[in-house]
């Protein structure tokens, strides 16, 4: 099955500066690639997706690179702001296998003011 | 609106008791899921149902059992409770339950065994 690792666990970065979550993925047939904002005591909510025949994606201060040779993604924010601190998940998803995405484990992600 | 809300958002009870999480969705959703999170906060996906019926099934004891009583709710009954069955369980949904879908999540149950 699909495994998707993520780096780091955690990060922490000063208001203002930029922070970079990666993911690798095993599962050369996964074309779906989301990225998902846990606050305190919420659900995981989608921020960003990016699909496999495109290779970057851009929405405001965050953005989303894919490479596919070498099956990995990674999520951008620019100019972090305190109320980016949450847990990020990376997750994979592909055609044949609907609904079920596996996530990565998680960064807790620390913007300090 | 809470587009998928689930109850309670706090369980506390003994080693072997029986419970149950309700979840409901109001976006008109095929597909409903239940994710298990553990302490350090990985996301394990445990059931999905489509229209009433069980898609996935994920490596679950059976004292896990949902159930989709029509295609806005399913709810997770838990028997005979254990202390490893302590976590925070999230209900989700999606249009259709195809790849490449958004996925809606509730704001969690987290239920403690004591």
């Known amino acids: 099955g699909e495994n998707v690792e993520q780096h780091p666990s955690t990060l922490s970065v000063q208001e203002g500066d930029s922070a970079v979550i990666k993911c690798t993925y095993s599962?050369?047939?996964?074309?779906?690639f989301p990225w998902y904002k846990q606050e305190l005591g919420k659900g995981p909510q989608l921020i960003i997706d990016?699909?496999?025949?495109?290779g970057e994606k851009k929405d405001q201060r965050i953005a989303v690179t894919l490479n596919k040779t070498a099956k990995h993604f990674s999520l951008h924010i620019t100019e972090t702001q305190p109320e980016d601190s949450a847990v990020y998940f990376c997750?994979?998803?592909?055609?044949?296998?609907?609904?079920?995405?596996?996530f990565g484990d998680g960064t807790t992600l620390t913007v300090k003011p | 609106d809470t587009a998928v809300s689930q109850t309670p958002k706090y369980l506390v009870t003994q080693m072997g008791n029986d419970k149950s999480i309700k979840c409901e969705q109001n976006?008109?959703?095929?597909?409903m899921y239940w994710y298990k999170q553990d302490s350090k906060k990985f996301l394990k996906i445990m059931f999905s149902?489509?229209?009433?019926?069980?898609?996935i099934n994920e490596t679950v004891p059976n004292r896990f059992s949902p159930k989709s009583p029509d295609k806005a709710h399913l709810n997770l009954h838990i028997n005979s409770l254990e202390l490893g069955d302590s976590a925070v369980y999230f209900c989700?949904?999606?249009?259709?339950?195809?790849?490449?879908?958004?996925?809606?999540f509730g704001s969690g149950t987290q239920l403690s065994v004591l």
């Open positions: 599962d050369s047939a996964s074309n779906y």
């Open positions: 990016i699909r496999s025949n495109v």
């Open positions: 976006l008109g959703h095929d597909t």
């Open positions: 997750a994979a998803s592909r055609r044949t296998n609907a609904g079920k995405s596996t």
């Open positions: 989700a949904s999606s249009p259709t339950g195809g790849a490449g879908e958004k996925l809606f």
């Open positions: 149902y489509n229209n009433k019926e069980l898609i």
